[in-house]
């Protein structure tokens, strides 16, 4: 299911694309053993998985979650935009972006060349986020490959100036909270959703794979920046969501789930 009604809100996920890549970047906490039987579970497939942004529309006007590839990622992905469009809603009446990272499938999106494609919009994001991406020593640190979000980071600000607006973890507007999800960047944020008696996480890129990762939350992807980290919130996270009867959906999943304990895991189950 990809449209989900929380009281006066309506929330659709809209596919920006599907992202493809080898199964050399499937890596395993546990070790070289759990990485070769997570492996042979697996089989050849390649790592696919949905690119996905929210749309909220309710009165607080029109938010989205995460902005997509925009024009980057080549003709297979960047259809974020479309979906918007054939939804009714033009940038310009974009209010909000709540950005979960710095991440170039997430906030590439928001960009028009040099400019702001959503004219308008405030974005919202994690502070700690921002300041992680904005620090030329955690920049040196780090290998070339890992520098996207820096650029990505520099890039918003000086298309958004004041409308970018780095917020704490905790409430971030009227029945919005912004939660700490750490590990696959420093500052990852979720957006927590309530309204009509439901609570929704868009819980950004806790996990990848909906399948694999709820069931064996060590199962990880060289995405995550600290792959221990990624993995113990992965499983707090989906922990809490079983526990407190939470809805997700995130950057990756396929539409909408709720979560329940499974042995030693979790599952997500689809909601129908
Ligand atoms: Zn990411």
Do not use: K
Not at 79 to 84: M, N, Q, V
């Amino acid at each position: 299911m990809r449209h989900l009604r929380l009281g006066d809100t309506t929330v659709d996920i809209l596919l920006d694309g599907v992202f493809e890549a080898s199964r050399d970047i499937l890596i395993h906490n546990g070790g070289e053993a759990a990485l070769a039987s997570a492996l042979a579970r697996w089989g050849d497939r390649p790592f696919s998985v949905d690119v996905n942004v929210a749309l909220l529309r309710g009165p607080r006007g029109v938010d989205l979650v995460d902005a997509g590839t925009g024009t980057t990622w080549g003709p297979g992905l960047g259809h974020a935009r479309s979906a918007l469009a054939a939804c009714g809603v033009a940038p310009d009446a974009v209010d909000r972006v709540f950005l979960t990272h710095l991440h170039g499938d997430h906030a590439y999106g928001l960009l028009d060349g040099a400019a702001p494609y959503f004219p308008r919009a405030d974005v919202v994001l994690p502070e700690a986020e921002l300041a992680f991406y904005t620090d030329p020593a955690e920049r040196a640190r780090l290998p070339e490959a890992r520098h996207g979000g820096f650029d990505i980071a520099a890039a918003v600000t000086a298309a958004y100036g004041e409308r970018l607006r780095p917020v704490p973890f905790g409430p971030v507007a009227p029945g919005v909270e912004l939660v700490p999800l750490p590990g696959h960047t420093p500052g990852q944020g979720g957006f927590l959703v309530t309204g009509g008696g439901s609570t929704l996480l868009l819980l950004g890129d806790a996990l990848h794979l909906e399948v694999e990762q709820a069931a064996d939350p060590d199962f990880g992807t060289v995405y995550d920046l600290d792959p221990g980290l990624a993995a113990e919130t992965r499983r707090a996270v989906l922990d809490r969501a079983a526990a407190e009867g939470w809805i997700v959906a995130g950057g990756h999943l396929r539409g909408f789930g709720r979560v329940a304990r499974d042995g030693a895991g979790f599952r997500i189950l689809p909601l129908s």
